[in-house]
């Protein structure tokens, strides 16, 4: 791994700031493009919100899913998706939403669906989600998604002088935005791992921003009659290295378990992968480069001359 990333752990004199009106152009596209896609598309919500019946299946053979679907034909279901998974093809993924069934009527509709396809193949899983346990857990997941969000906004605000805060949290809510747009786009599940998935996103984010930070204002004070262009420049360098290689690191775990975690890990190690790229441009061009709109210096001269703010 060193040997590979032998370039980046050298001392870097990259002009990040250089780029920054395209990436201030690519942030915008992205974030309006994923408020379009929830606003037309929406969210392809799993079983457990939406309700429904979830069986995995097994078979000795290839399973042919055309004639799996004309043999479920006759189930009395609204709609059934068919997904073939494994590498050799005999392991089935079957999904019914049942938003107006109780449980006895998706229990029924279940042994119906064994009745059907009989003893040759294992139902390795099966899952039913009510209609009202689905919203319950989807009112659930929203509440706990906004207090750690807003946990993690009292805390950057704390940490750091108002426009550091500022640019940590645009920085925060660009990630998730960009990545429950592009859920949105490419029509993932959107589930309870998903939303577990989009909350560890967020502590990546603050983590990797809070380390960039931190070099920048400790630059600041170390270098006092360098430019704020350079210093800026300076500090995003100078951890660099550090950004790169734990990124990778993360981002090849996370790709291990997009292609080898199967399909009901599928969601929940995309939007992994994923977090952790976009999480990695916006430490760097959304909150960082966002600084260079203020004068840090006078910031933090003021704060040297008055530390506990304004007393009357």
Known sequence: ?????????????????????????????MV????????????????????????????????????????????????????SIGEEGNEVVLRAQAKNLNEKEQMAAVNQIKSVLGNSYEYRRVELVGP??????????????????????????????????????????HDLIVTIGLLSVLGFDFSLTTIAAILTLAGYSVNDTVVTYDRIRENLRKYKKMPQYDLLNKSINDIFSRTILTG???????????VFGGD?????SFTIFWGIIVGTYSSIYVSAVFLNLFDLRASQDEKA????????
């Open 305 to 312: 001359l008055n530390p506990f703010g304004n007393v009357e």
């Open 132 to 173: 009202q346990v689905g919203n319950e857990l989807k009112k659930a997941g929203i509440i706990a998604s906004l207090v750690a969000v807003l946990a993690i906004s009292a805390y950057i605000w704390f940490r750091f002088e108002w426009q550091f805060a500022v640019g940590a949290l645009i920085g925060l809510f």
């Open 32 to 83: 309006l493009a994923s408020f379009a896609s929830l606003a037309v598309k929406g969210l392809n919500y799993g079983i457990d919100f939406s309700g429904g019946i979830l069986i995995e299946l097994k078979s000795e053979n290839k399973i042919d899913v055309e004639a799996l679907r004309k043999q479920l034909g006759d189930v009395n279901l609204d709609e059934i998706n068919l997904q």
């Open 264 to 268: 009901t890990l599928r969601s929940f």
């Open 1 to 29: 791994m060193m040997k590979i990333f032998k370039w980046v752990t050298k001392d870097t004199t990259i002009d990040f700031m250089k780029a920054r009106k395209f990436t201030y152009t690519l942030s915008i596209v």
């Open 248 to 258: 990778f690191t993360t981002l090849f775990a996370s790709l291990a378990l997009l």
